[in-house]
C-alpha cells in the first residue's frame, strides 16, 4: 500500500468474530492491488475479538482500528465510512472473503466505464447445503428491467461491489434503524439514478456460520426488514422512475413476503411462517390460491402449529 492516500477503503465491522477475523485480513492481504486501507469497527464485541484485534495491529500496522458500543453493522460501516480516505470503497465482513483478484477486477470494471459509479460480480456461499453453495453469477441490471429486478431481491451481498465514496455519501450512508437489510437499502438508493456495471466472475465468497437455536428469529427479521426497507423505498422514490409504477412495485413486494412466508412454511419454521401468514392478512392477499395455506394463521400459534403437523402427518 502506498503512503499517500489510498486508492481503495476497505471497511470491516467486527463484532465476536475472534475466531474468524485473523483468517479474514490474512486473506484480504493477499489481494493483487496493493493500494488500500483497511479499516475494522469492533462494535462492542463480547467474545476475544479485542485481544486479536491487537495481535492483527502488530502483523499489519497500516490497519486503522476502532472501537464502539454495541449499535449495529450500520453504525459501524457509517463510522468506516467517515474515517475512509480511499476514492472508492468495498465492504467485508470479518467472516468473508475474497478472490486474491476481487479488488483490482472491480476497480478495472469501473475505470473502464466512466459512466459507472458501482461495480458487482458473482459470489458463492459456503457452509450451507450443496444446492445452496453454487457459483452464482447475478444478471446485468443495466440490460434488463433494472429497478425491479432490484427491488424485489437484495442484488448481491454487501461484499460482492466496489462504489465510489462519493457516491455512498450523496445517499447518506447506511440508515441506522435496520438490523438486517441496511445494505439493501442503501444499494437501492444509489442505483435508482445512476449506472453500475457487472463483473461476470465469482469473486467473493459468502461463509456461513454454523447455525444456532436462534435462526427462525433471525430469519424473520431479515424478512421483515428487507419488506420494510422495499415498502420505504417505495414510499420515498416511488415516482422517481419512469419504469416502474407504484402499483407494480407493490405487487413485486408483496410477492416477495408471501414467496418468503411459504419458504419458511415449507421449511417447516412455522414460528416465522405463522407471523409472515398473518401480516399477509393484515395486506389483504388473501386470495384463494393461498387461503387453505394463510387461514389457519389467525389460530394463536400453538394451536396453529398442532394443526400444521397434523395436516402434513
Not at 486473506?27 to 464485541?45: A, H
Not at 444509489?190 to 430469519?219: D, G, M, W
Amino acid at each position: 500500500m502506498s503512503s499517500a492516500s489510498p486508492l481503495i477503503s476497505v471497511i470491516m465491522p467486527c463484532y465476536n468474530a475472534a475466531n474468524v477475523i485473523e483468517k479474514t485480513v490474512a486473506n484480504l492481504f493477499k489481494q493483487t492491488l496493493k493500494d488500500f486501507e483497511l479499516i475494522i469497527i469492533d462494535d462492542g464485541s463480547t467474545d476475544n475479538s479485542i485481544h486479536i484485534l491487537k495481535k492483527i495491529s502488530k502483523t499489519y500496522p497500516s490497519v486503522i482500528i476502532f472501537q464502539q458500543h454495541n449499535q449495529g453493522p450500520g453504525s459501524a460501516r457509517n463510522r468506516g465510512i467517515k474515517t475512509a480516505s480511499g476514492k472508492f470503497i468495498a465492504f467485508l465482513d470479518a467472516d468473508d472473503s475474497w478472490e486474491p483478484a476481487f479488488l483490482y477486477k472491480l476497480h478495472s470494471a469501473l475505470s473502464n466505464s466512466p459512466d459507472c459509479v458501482l461495480a458487482y460480480c458473482g459470489w458463492q456461499n459456503i457452509g450451507l447445503e450443496p444446492n445452496q453453495c453454487k457459483p452464482y453469477i447475478p444478471p446485468d441490471y443495466e440490460q434488463s428491467n433494472k429497478l425491479a429486478l432490484l427491488l424485489d431481491n437484495c442484488p448481491w451481498p454487501i461484499h460482492a461491489a466496489l462504489t465510489y465514496k462519493t457516491s455512498i455519501e450523496k445517499v447518506g450512508g447506511f440508515s441506522e434503524k435496520w438490523l438486517t437489510a441496511e445494505d439493501f437499502d442503501m444499494w437501492l438508493r444509489i442505483t435508482i439514478f445512476e449506472k453500475i456495471v457487472r463483473v461476470p466472475e465469482v469473486l467473493a465468497y459468502y461463509h456461513h456460520q454454523e447455525q444456532t437455536n436462534q435462526i427462525s428469529k433471525l430469519r424473520l427479521r431479515a424478512i421483515l426488514n428487507h419488506w420494510e426497507v422495499q415498502t420505504a423505498f417505495i414510499n420515498n422514490f416511488g415516482d422517481a422512475s419512469k419504469t416502474l409504477t407504484k402499483k407494480k412495485a407493490n405487487e413485486i413486494i408483496n410477492n416477495r413476503l408471501l414467496h418468503s412466508a411459504y419458504e419458511c412454511y415449507w421449511a417447516n419454521d412455522l414460528y416465522a411462517a405463522h407471523i409472515l401468514f398473518r401480516k399477509i392478512i393484515n395486506l389483504d392477499l388473501l386470495n384463494f390460491r393461498n387461503f387453505r395455506y394463510i387461514l389457519p394463521s389467525l389460530l394463536p400459534y400453538p394451536l396453529y402449529r398442532i394443526i400444521v403437523n397434523r395436516l402434513r402427518s
